[in-house]
């Protein structure tokens, strides 16, 4: 768990299927979160019957999701995100969107969070990124840690 400089509190944890995300965010909830966004992707070659699932967790018990990329394997990027808009929009645009990059969606869930807000990141934990990203980090806590590094930079200015 991370404080960040905003005030903005991120957990990054391992849940990687509905009933896992659920108590992750029932968690996060009963911490006295202002709002909750939620990132988290789906792996290429794994389980794809709890992927409506997962998502359906994420819609009801947070205030914001976003859709990212996880481990492909040896699904194709273009696959992926096709599945990912399937996926959205089944449940609508209004409460997610879809940012490919992970590095990406975990900048924009703290950039666009207050003072309050909590991060929650789901599905990678401690494991390290199988492709390259926008930015220089291997893991969800290198770039929770890069992110925070940057936002004292833009404190400075």
Excluded at 139 to 152: A, F, G
């Amino acid at each position: 768990m991370y404080r960040l400089e905003n005030e903005v509190t991120v957990v990054i944890d391992y849940a990687h299927t509905a009933d896992s995300i659920s108590h992750s965010l029932e968690t996060v909830g009963s911490q006295g979160a202002a709002s909750i966004t939620h990132v988290f992707g789906f792996r290429g070659d794994r389980d794809e019957k709890k992927r409506k699932d997962m998502l359906e967790a994420s819609v009801h018990q947070s205030d914001a999701y976003i859709l990212t990329c996880d481990d492909l394997n040896t699904v194709p990027y273009d696959q992926m995100i096709e599945t990912l808009e399937m996926l959205q929009s089944s449940f609508g645009e209004e409460h997610g969107r879809i940012i490919p990059d992970r590095t990406l969606a975990v900048e924009e869930a703290i950039m666009n969070s207050d003072k309050g807000d909590w991060v929650l990141i789901t599905g990678k934990g401690h494991e390290s990124y199988q492709q390259e990203f926008h930015y220089p980090t291997t893991s969800d806590k290198e770039t929770v840690e890069y992110i925070h590094s940057r936002l004292k930079e833009y404190e400075k200015i």
